[in-house]
């Protein structure tokens, strides 16, 4: 005998981009701590998971050029105030080396390329549009590239998907995405909307419901959780982390 499926049950099933079961299983995001970069002195540019998990670090930068660039380091946890360090950790580095690499693990079939475009534009207001020399959305800052009149645009690709776009700007590998730990074969990334969106080797792509204006997502490393800052205003961010299921 056959029975038919309840409609809302088939409905929970198929969820995703692709219309299919998800990529990965996440659960609601929770807020672990509000952030203010006048009270850190500078704006958001590295994000990484500590091994016990229960603590990430943060690099804030604070600046318009490579000579007066100041970095500032803190350590976070969950429902306490941001605590200064006087350097970045070498559980840090560890992490930020794999998290933004270039490929996945040495994948060939999951290695970003770069696309280097210029583009002529009527006005230099369109130009303020720079990840890391913007007042609205930098994290670190380099000198413009660009020359009057032109902009030049750097777009980080992985099937046929932008994964990271810099507006004449150097590229900052890992502001705009993460690789998943080496078992999971995934990549949570910033979409030109500014939703997280999760992605397989295959390129098939999930949104992650409610996460906007996602910048700095950081997948840990036992893969259980993925963390990233949600801008809430112009000088204010949440530390928001997903717990997968």
């Given at each position: 005998m056959k029975f038919a499926l309840p409609f809302a049950l088939i409905a929970s099933m198929v969820i995703g981009v692709r219309?299919?079961?998800?990529l990965v299983n996440l659960g609601k995001a929770e807020v672990w701590l509000e952030l203010d970069t006048d009270k850190l002195k500078g704006r958001p540019a590295q994000l990484a998971w500590s091994d016990s998990e229960r603590e990430l670090y943060l690099q804030v930068v604070e600046?318009?050029?490579?000579?007066?660039?100041?970095?500032?380091?803190?350590?976070?946890?969950?429902?306490?105030?941001?605590?200064?360090?006087?350097?970045?950790?070498?559980?840090?580095?560890t992490?930020?080396?794999?998290?933004?690499?270039?490929?996945?693990?040495?994948?060939?079939?999951?290695?970003i390329e770069l696309d280097t475009r210029r583009e002529i534009v009527e006005s230099m207001r369109e130009r303020n549009t720079s990840y890391l020399n913007s007042e609205t959305h930098a994290p670190a800052t380099l000198e413009s590239k660009a020359t009057a009149g032109t902009r030049v645009i750097n777009r980080l690709m992985l099937k046929g998907q932008i994964i990271g776009e810099f507006v004449d700007e150097q590229v900052f590998?890992?502001?705009?995405?993460?690789?998943?730990?080496?078992?999971?074969?995934?990549?949570?990334?910033?979409?030109?909307?500014?939703?997280?969106?999760?992605?397989?080797?295959?390129?098939?792509?999930?949104?992650?419901?409610?996460?906007?204006?996602?910048?700095?997502?950081?997948?840990?490393?036992?893969?259980?959780?993925?963390?990233?800052?949600?801008?809430?205003?112009?000088?204010?961010?949440?530390?928001?982390?997903?717990s997968t299921l």
């Open positions: 219309g299919i079961a998800p600046g318009t050029t490579v000579e007066t660039l100041k970095v500032r380091h803190y350590l976070l946890a969950r429902d306490r105030a941001p605590a200064a360090l006087d350097d970045q950790p070498e559980w840090a580095k992490y930020w080396r794999w998290k933004s690499a270039k490929s996945y693990f040495g994948d060939p079939l999951m290695t590998s890992g502001y705009t995405f993460s690789w998943s730990p080496r078992l999971l074969g995934l990549i949570a990334f910033r979409a030109r909307s500014g939703r997280l969106t999760i992605m397989n080797v295959d390129g098939q792509t999930d949104v992650v419901k409610d996460a906007k204006d996602v910048w700095l997502p950081a997948w840990s490393e036992s893969g259980d959780l993925i963390a990233y800052l949600e801008r809430e205003g112009r000088k204010k961010f949440s530390l928001k982390v997903i």
